[in-house]
């Protein structure tokens, strides 16, 4: 019997099942070879589907391929438990060796979780998901599976020496880091394991699909090194500038000179806190650019609070680079997950099947992200984001804006952060002006010595001082009436007012409040917006400021990290000092006059109810205004200074350590317990062994598949949708055609731009309103033309006028 893994659609060959799991196999072990784990790795892709080799996986394939249009009964072959049975028969039982049991458990979850997600090893209703499969399921012609596998794959003897490798391996690897728990070392490895056997299945299938003979790869360390000289030939151009001896250029120089030396430094975690407007994004490429040729990074993440601000970084890198190819932005997942397990379609060119293969797995030199998207990687359900978690091993992650990590995921940031420095030998840092203390909090991040670049960081700091601190919110508040007759008194004085609010509703209730002239021009932003709207807007703010015309721009937060444009004067609602600082930096940011005015105001009409975070900020800066009302040489005399902005994180992570652990109140328990606690004090395990009355029966306890079900690092579950802006009009027209694979992943790319996040309540009302259209089954969402507005973006009553896409 000819064993069947795949059939090309094109042509309707076959790949059979040893083709396959050797091929995967092989992908699986370079990328566990990067953290010392390839036989793990492999020992996973190697067995993830020996359940194909059955009569049962043969006529169903072959029936559904024959039978398109009435294919097999939804489910009918289980060929995915298979390997983890193996697995768990031979070395989960009798006198094997715990470090195999460990093995077993780890690689063998992965295997039977490779169509879904890593699943439970004890669940909230106390259910051993994972040994139900393994241990309990009756599989149908498991024998013979085994059989043509140690027949056709790996003798009995090799497979036997392939274990004891992995065993040494696992070894090696739970003797580093003694500070962390076996089952906190053993969780993030397990999704290592599933994030190489997710992407060397996925890989392999499409080279298949694609007819393609293998990856290719570009050449990271000659790239890296023209990439640096590159950089250092437009950093020698600054140079030659009539201002280049101005002091602040010359500070810029100076620490962009500051991360060239550093980067010479081990990989490690470490600080840059260079001041708003000193020439951040360079400075840290410089060190990324170095350290990677000196210590063989592969590539180089970035990683952004907001969407805002990825393309406008990407294209400045871009620019010097000279290089459209090698730098990938990925903004959202425009394709979501489907809940269901989609082992039924495999084998076969479903849409499903079609969008799986299409996604990226960040496999290029350069990558910038989102914080959502880092932390998805990690955290969130669904095998696209876990794919990518082995390419950000041996690379220079760059976090900017570091302090927008939302607090419940503070503890899962730091772990996560630790494993990559520690196992995954890769050198993170940290940007922002205003640095949080993330080694304050009970689950610290292991911040490397001496790890701020900046040296003299204070004196730096006064150096670039532009702007005065208006305290307008402790003695009075605003509505939105009195701030629109503030804001025209303030432009009596000046040229341009950036004013930013809290909440997208007052945004816009103030923007409709502005009195528009042929003299003044009124910009809004929100993150209703798409990415390639907001730009288009900044751009013409640009424009205006740079001609001189007078502007008003009323925006939320998303304007404040690392967008590059500078007002006249900004007026700030009262949020936390990072909040505030980074709204300054948006003020004369580059000296143009001798000082600026930043006036922090109180509105009153912000609901904050749903946004404790910027509500106990609110609270926090408020009282060190105060404070420095009161007694004006504290704190060093300035609100932002590093005195103030440390205890301000104090404070802030003090007040709301109970939620710093991503607290889940349904089901009585938090997310690092979930995760990372060892069977004897895991609050389930413990409840196992009460009601049961009998010891528990695994090693690990993860409630892998609970956890990434409730973890959204946004409050509230979003969709993303693409929009029928510009250029969006085409993507979605595109995507209503078929499409190559390849051709596919272009287009998702090229979607993200083009893609809003709605929340649960909009989604519905759209659906309602007949606004929402589905692509690829319904995998894909996009809005229809009424339902997005030239002004505000999103308009869940799908009733916008369509002139505006031709602008």
Not at 275 to 298: I, V
Not at 313 to 332: F, G, M
Not at 549 to 564: F, H
Not at 785 to 804: I, K, M, Q, R
Request: proline share 3%.
């Amino acid at each position: 019997m000819e064993s069947i893994a795949h059939i090309r659609e094109s042509d309707l060959k076959v790949q059979t099942v040893e083709e396959h799991l050797l091929a995967a196999k092989d992908l699986a072990e370079t990328y566990g070879e990067k953290i010392g784990v390839k036989h793990i790795t492999g020992l996973a892709a190697l067995l993830h589907d020996l359940g194909k080799y059955t009569h049962a996986f043969r006529n169903y394939i072959l029936e559904a391929v024959n039978n398109p249009d009435r294919p097999p009964k939804r489910g009918s072959v289980d060929h995915s438990t298979a390997g983890g049975k193996l697995l768990y028969s031979m070395f989960h039982s009798g006198k094997t060796s715990p470090h195999k049991a460990l093995l077993a458990e780890m690689v063998g979850n992965a295997i039977i979780s490779h169509h879904s997600y890593l699943q439970d090893f004890i669940s909230p209703e106390m259910e051993l998901k994972y040994l139900n499969r393994v241990e309990s399921k009756e599989i149908d012609e498991f024998e013979t599976a085994k059989k043509n596998f140690f027949e056709k794959v790996m003798s009995p003897s090799s497979f036997s020496d392939y274990v004891n490798q992995a065993e040494i391996e696992l070894k090696h690897f739970i003797m580093k880091d003694a500070s962390k728990p076996l089952a906190h070392k053993m969780m993030f490895l397990t999704k290592y394991i599933f994030s190489a056997l997710i992407d060397a299945d996925r890989t392999n299938t499409r080279l298949f699909e694609e007819n393609r003979p293998e990856i290719e790869h570009t050449p990271v360390a000659k790239l890296f090194n023209q990439y640096y000289e590159k950089l250092l030939l437009t950093l020698d151009s600054f140079k030659e500038n009539s201002s280049a001896n101005a002091r602040i250029n010359r500070l810029r120089s100076g620490m962009s000179e500051q991360c060239d030396a550093f980067a010479e430094k081990p990989s490690g975690i470490y600080t840059l806190s260079i001041p708003t407007g000193g020439g951040k994004t360079f400075a840290s490429l410089r060190y990324a650019l170095k350290h990677a040729q000196l210590y063989n990074k592969k590539r180089i993440i970035y990683v952004v609070p907001f969407t805002t601000i990825i393309e406008q970084n990407a294209e400045e890198v871009r620019k010097v680079l000279q290089d459209d190819v090698n730098i990938l932005e990925h903004h959202s997942n425009v394709v979501e997950d489907a809940d269901e397990n989609d082992e039924q379609q495999d084998g076969i060119m479903s849409a499903q099947q079609r969008l799986k293969l299409a996604r990226d797995n960040w496999d290029a030199p350069i990558i910038f992200t989102t914080m959502v998207q880092f932390l998805n990687v990690f955290y969130a359900k669904g095998s696209r984001n876990i794919r990518r978690l082995h390419n950000m091993s041996e690379a220079v992650l760059i976090f900017d804006e570091v302090q927008k990590v939302p607090v419940p995921c503070i503890s899962l940031f730091n772990e996560a952060l630790n494993f990559l420095k520690t196992y995954c030998h890769s050198s993170i840092l940290l940007c922002t002006a205003t640095q949080p203390a993330l080694n304050y909090v009970e689950h610290q991040l292991q911040v490397s010595p001496n790890s701020e670049i900046i040296r003299d960081l204070e004196n730096v700091l006064d150096a670039f001082k532009r702007v005065e601190i208006v305290d307008r919110a402790t003695d009075e508040s605003f509505n939105t009436e009195k701030l629109a007759g503030f804001i025209e008194e303030r432009m009596t004085e000046v040229s341009s007012v950036l004013v930013i609010l809290n909440t997208k509703r007052v945004v816009k209730e103030l923007y409709n409040h502005l009195n528009s002239n042929d003299n003044t021009h009124i910009f809004h932003l929100s993150t209703s917006m798409c990415a390639a709207h907001r730009n288009q807007i900044l751009e013409e703010v640009r424009h205006c400021l740079n001609t001189g015309k007078k502007v008003i721009c009323v925006s939320t937060q998303l304007i404040e990290a690392g967008v590059d444009v500078s007002f006249d004067c900004v007026i700030r609602s009262l949020a936390g000092l990072d909040s505030i600082a980074q709204a300054a930096g948006r003020c004369n940011r580059h000296g143009e006059k001798e000082t600026g005015f930043v006036y922090v105001i109180n509105h009153e009409e912000e609901n904050l109810s749903r946004l404790p975070e910027i509500k106990k900020g609110k609270e926090i800066s408020k009282r060190i205004f105060i404070d420095l009302k009161n007694n004006p040489s504290i704190h060093n005399g300035n609100v932002l200074s590093t005195q103030a902005m440390e205890k301000y994180f104090k404070e802030f992570y003090t007040e709301l350590n109970t939620r710093l652990d991503y607290d889940v109140p349904s089901l009585q328990s938090n997310m690092v317990e979930m995760l990372t606690a060892d069977p004897n004090h895991y609050s389930y395990a413990r409840a196992y062994r009460s009601n049961t009355k009998k010891e528990f029966p695994l090693f690990l306890s993860s409630s892998f598949y609970t956890a990434a079900e409730k973890f959204r690092v946004i409050d509230d579950k979003t969709t993303s949708v693409i929009v029928p802006f510009g250029k969006g009009k085409d993507v979605i027209a595109e995507l209503s055609s078929k499409v190559t694979i390849e051709d596919l992943g272009k287009l998702m790319k090229k979607a993200q731009q083009y893609t809003i996040n709605l929340y649960s309540q909009e989604l519905q009302k759209l659906e309602q309103n007949g606004g929402i259209i589905g692509l690829f089954d319904g995998k894909v969402l996009a809005l229809k033309e009424g339902a997005y507005d030239h002004e505000f973006g999103l308009n869940v009553e799908n009733d916008s006028e369509l002139d505006f896409l031709s602008i």
